[in-house]
């Protein structure tokens, strides 16, 4: 039953796969096949910059330390240099009403929230140009003498350049309001408004994961079938394409983005 359970989920993605097991009773929290690896949280450092940099001015008065990795930032509040920083540390632990011991706990949760946001920016990003590259083909079917004249391909034409350009739209202001979110709350940082924050994006950790899935399956379809083709020699079977692999299951990707968790307002 629970792998029939698991057989339909939108996608394999570790944090979407960590939501649905505990759903099915599945103690997932020490299992280290569902936590990202040094070697992928090495390559989202670009990613991470973004989180790290509010907090280590925070502390450190700057954000021009070099961190390579959160592992490396939650050790370094283990054993401050200055006084200054223990100082600063203190005034953290206090915003966010917990004991000063307690501060790299919350750099934990703090750094796998946001290293799953980072995760999931650095999918949109590949995925996002392969679908405009898709839609760049569009116009260039319509133009198409024998392809215009079929009045089915070109309902589906009309039909699906404003269903993926309306999922792209969606999706990149999901990801736009998640980074409003985590820049508005270093401004007054409190324990309440970190856990708004938390709740906000592992919200939408599911919904995010499957829409990302089917864009990926498709554009690596697109990509492996068409990435070294010459445009003129392959326009008629790019057009087979959309009749088959991209209309097939879009309806479901548009689904999934629909029924994402409403999102707050920014404070």
Known sequence: MKIRQLASLNSFDI?????????????????DQLKLSDEKKKEL????????????????GSAENRIDSFDQLVGMFYSPNKDDEL?????????????????P????????????????????????PRV?????????FRKNHQLRNDRQFMAACDITEPRLNNIITSITGRFENF????????????AERFRQVRKLIKSHHATVGGV???????????????????????IMRRSEFLMSDMRQGLQKIEEIEKSAPQLANVD
């Not at 990613?47 to 925070?58: H, I, S």
């Not at 405009?132 to 260039?140: A, S």
Request: aromatic letters at 12%; a negative charge.
């Open 132 to 140: 405009m590259e898709f839609l760049e083909y569009i116009p260039l």
């Open 45 to 60: 450092g670009g990613y991470m910059t973004n989180f790290t940099a509010p907090l280590m001015k925070q502390v450190y």
């Open 105 to 128: 706990r919350f750099l934990e949760d703090y750094a796998d929230i946001f290293l799953s946001l980072a995760y999931f920016k650095e999918q949109l990003d590949t995925i996002v």
């Open 87 to 103: 100082r600063n540390l203190r005034l953290l632990a206090e915003k966010l009403d917990i004991k000063l011991e307690e501060v």
């Open 212 to 234: 990302l899935c089917g864009l990926h399956v498709k554009m690596n379809a697109w990509q492996e079938r068409f990435g070294e083709v010459q445009d003129g020699a392959a």
């Open 15 to 31: 944090y979407s796969l960590r939501i649905e097991l505990r759903k099915l009773g599945i103690n997932v929290d020490n299992e």
């Open 179 to 190: 980074d409003q979110h985590s820049a508005n709350l270093w401004e007054n940082i409190t």
